[in-house]
Every structure is written in structure tokens, then in C-alpha cells.
């Protein structure tokens, strides 16, 4: 029988290191193959401040989602972002809304303004996508009878029902003007408004609209002060909504201004940039002080980001965890089953508790009162 000479101990050791090596190789190989990438998409205009903030808080969230190393259907799954800056414009919100189906994105977050929201949801709905808006609060936007929309902040209904609560019991307003900027929701803030006023038996003395492009606020005041009204609601969102509470102080108007929550500035809670003393704003939410998991998200944004924590940052951040978590429950990746799943699913976001009614609408939304003070805004009240 033919003898092979003995193999040196050095060289034994070299082919022992040359299969763990190539065994290790394997087993990575293996891994690889059951890791998946999702895709989750945000629709927003990316060069503007409050669109760069949207963004970060998504992308946080996705972090905070994959710290968790997530295993569903079989397989670990990594989610990153897929952002398409559809300059809040309605024909880029069209362009935007196909490139994430065409992406194959599991679910998309976006977009700003009610009217992109709109025009992507009808795309989203034909594509079995679901597509969920921390921004986008008018009523219809969850009453098209599409089942893949939700909405991570109140109505409008639920909104203009406090603001005038606020404009009776708070203001004690008597002679009230309301402007709208022209857009989906500004008209509907402002006709939501006028008939919760009307039910109230309160009085509306004017009724103006204005293009959501314009700076030209001389005719509106004029006619303001010839009612002489003594609240002016203004549905329109920054910077116009900037703008126009400067030109108030410039004619030293000062008739109580009442705002929604569009139109926060970039530094909020904190200065009040150019908003006057006589401006209050009913906005989306509870104070960050009073959100038992705001102080780890802000340690953490901080600590990567150099944009601003809005109020609209929390709802953005939520929207991923309403995606993840559909996911989770569902084990799937399945657009049309993480639709299903959204509609069952409850958890504690840091904005506030998650849960959608039947139509998509946030269940049981909360709200915060504020008014500027010493250039500051300040906390007046929650609600409900």
C-alpha cells in the first residue's frame, strides 16, 4: 500500500486556517443571502428647511429600526431610505409618487402639502402601496375610499372644532375674518371653521382667499380693518404665514392673529421669529415635555443631525415606526399585507399613541395651544 509522506505540523496548520477561513466565508456568504433591503420612501421638498427636518426624522427612525435587527419572514431585514424631492409642486408630486412605485418602496411617508398628498395617493392606491402623511390633515384625504392612506395627524374637523373652542371661550372673539391661502387645506381649514363657528352662533364678517405665492396682503388688511374684526384666522403655512404677521406689525394691526399647525417656524417651541405678541397657533401633538420618549430621540437626533426637532420631525419619525411595526405584526414585506396591518396596529409612538380608524385618520389626536410671548412661544393649553 502506497504510503504519502507525513505533512509538516507548520503546513497541517496552514490547510486547518485555509478551511476555517473558507468555512467563515461560507457562513458569511449564507448570511448575506438571507439579509433583505426594504426600501421605504419619503416624498417631500428636500431644499427647504422644514422638508431637510421630514427627512432626518425618517432616517432616524429607520436607524432606530435597524438597531433592532428584525427578522420577518425568515429573513433579517435592513430598511433604508429611498427620498424624492418633489419641491412640494403638483406635477413633481405626480413624477415622485411613480419613481417609488417603479423603486418598488414598501411603503412611502409624504408628502407635505394636502394637494401633493392627493395626487400621490391616487398613484400609491392603483400601485397597493401604502403611503402615510405626518404632515397632510385635511378630511379628504382619508375619504376617497382608498384603503392604503393614513394620516399620522388629526383632521381638520378635529382641528378647526378646537380652534373654535379657543376663538369663543379663550379669545372671546365677536367679529371674526378668515383667510385661506388657496390649497386643499387651506380652504378646508377655513370652511371647517367658518361652519364650527356658525354652530357655535358666532359671527363671521369676512371671508377672504389669497394665492399661497403671494406677499401682497395690503387688500386683505384693508378689508380686515374696515370689519373691524377682532380675530383673523389665517389658513396658510410658513413663510407666508410669516410674512403675512409682519406686514400685521408693520401696519400695527393688532387684532389677534390664530394660526394652524403649517404654520410653525423652523425654531419652534423656541423664538418666534416674526410672529407678534397677538399671534396664537393650535398645533398638532403634545409638548415635547410631556412625550415620555422625546428626550432619547433628541439625544440621539442631536447627536447626528444639525436640523431642528418641528413638530412635524415626531410624526415623521412615528410614520416609519407605523410601517415597521405593520411590518412586524404582519412578518411580511408585502405592501398590500402591511396595508391590512396598518389598519389593526397600536403602539406607543413618541408623538402620542398610533392607531388608525377605518378611514386611516389618527385615532384620538391631540392638540397644543400656544401664544407667542416676550418673542418666545409659550404653552397655553392641551386638548382634548
Known sequence: MLRLPRMPPVWRMACCLLCLV?????????AEETVHTALIGLATPLAT??????RDAVQQGIDDANKRNLVINGR??????????????????????????NAGVIGVIGHLSTDASLIGAKIYNEAGIPQISPTTTARV??????????????????TTEYLAQSALNLFKAKRIMVIDNDTGLGNALANSFIKKLRAKSMDVV????????????????????AVDADLIFFAAIVPQSQAFAQRMQQQ???????????????????????????TWILVHGLPEEKLPGFKTLEKNYTARFTTHLIPQSLFAY??????????????SLSPGKLIEALHQ?????????????????LNDPSYSLYQVRQKRWQFVKSFP
Open 22 to 30: 473558507a468555512a467563515a466565508s461560507a457562513l458569511h456568504v449564507a
Open 49 to 54: 428647511p422644514r422638508g431637510q427636518a421630514l
Open 76 to 101: 433579517r431585514t435592513v430598511f433604508k431610505l429611498f427620498a424624492v424631492d418633489d419641491k412640494n409642486d403638483n406635477n413633481l408630486a405626480a413624477l415622485a409618487a411613480r419613481s417609488m412605485v
Open 141 to 158: 384625504f382619508t375619504q376617497q375610499g382608498y384603503r392604503n392612506v393614513f394620516q399620522l395627524l388629526g383632521h381638520t374637523d378635529i
Open 206 to 225: 369676512a371671508r377672504a382667499s389669497i394665492s399661497q405665492k403671494t406677499s401682497d396682503f395690503n387688500s386683505v388688511l384693508a378689508e380686515a380693518k
Open 252 to 278: 400695527h394691526i393688532s387684532t389677534t392673529l390664530l394660526l394652524a399647525g403649517g404654520a410653525v417656524n423652523y425654531n419652534f417651541p423656541g423664538s418666534s421669529d416674526e410672529y407678534g405678541g397677538n
Open 318 to 331: 412615528d410614520c416609519v415606526g407605523a410601517l415597521v411595526e405593520a411590518a412586524r405584526q404582519a412578518n
Open 345 to 361: 396596529v397600536h403602539f406607543a409612538g413618541v408623538s402620542g399613541p398610533v392607531s388608525f380608524d377605518a378611514e386611516g385618520s
